[in-house]
């Protein structure tokens, strides 16, 4: 695992000596509090709950295309292993499932600004706060993981709505090629 990655801050307080270890925030440490297996466990495990509000729900497009976003963003922040340039395309998930979600201003404002603060948190890790990285980094963690639960949870509370059938889709075409847009 790298240094930057969350599961090095769990796995810190286990293993203290992994501080010692680590020759850089990039830097790779293995510890036998932390292996390999267990790691990717738990993100496959993440992932997968991804995946179930679709097997327990009807197929709904909103709901698919929101937990479609935020499978990457999951993936990148459970990895072992973690670099800065990351956050690019976690926000970029996290800022698609927002659109897809519409939670209403003050949500939107309050995602936007964890958003900022993870990005400000990353720069801190490295080049900016090398001595006191390990903050940072908890920080960074701190915010995006709830970001991302809670974005998945709000994907499971919107309302059904029936992916459109192959007629459907039909119609919207057919008449937007007849009329230059879609009626209203």
């Known amino acids: 695992m790298t240094g930057e990655s969350i599961w090095f801050l ?16 990039w830097g790779h440490v293995s510890s036998a509090v932390m292996p390999v297996v267990l790691m990717s466990l738990v993100q496959g495990a993440a992932l997968s709950l991804l995946i179930l509000p679709l097997l327990l729900r009807s197929l ?10 935020l499978a990457p963003a999951l993936f990148l922040v459970l990895n072992r292993v973690f670099s800065p340039q990351y956050l690019l395309p976690i926000s970029v998930s996290a800022l698609a499932a927002l659109t897809l979600v519409q939670p209403g201003r003050q ?6 600004a964890a958003l900022a603060l993870a990005q400000a948190a990353n720069l801190l890790v490295w080049p900016f706060f090398q001595e006191r990285w390990i903050l940072a980094n908890t920080l960074l963690f701190a915010v995006l993981l709830p970001l991302l639960i809670w974005l998945a949870f709000q994907a499971v509370r919107l309302p ?7 007629e459907q889709r039909w119609d919207v075409v057919s008449e937007v090629s007849e009329h230059g847009q879609a009626a209203s």
């Open 10 to 25: 769990l796995a810190l307080p286990l293993d203290p000596s992994l501080g010692d270890r680590l020759t850089a925030p």
């Open 60 to 69: 709904a497009l909103r709901r698919t295309l929101v937990l479609a976003a």
């Open 107 to 112: 949500a939107v404002l309050a995602a936007l």
């Open 160 to 166: 059904e709505e029936p992916l459109a059938t192959r």
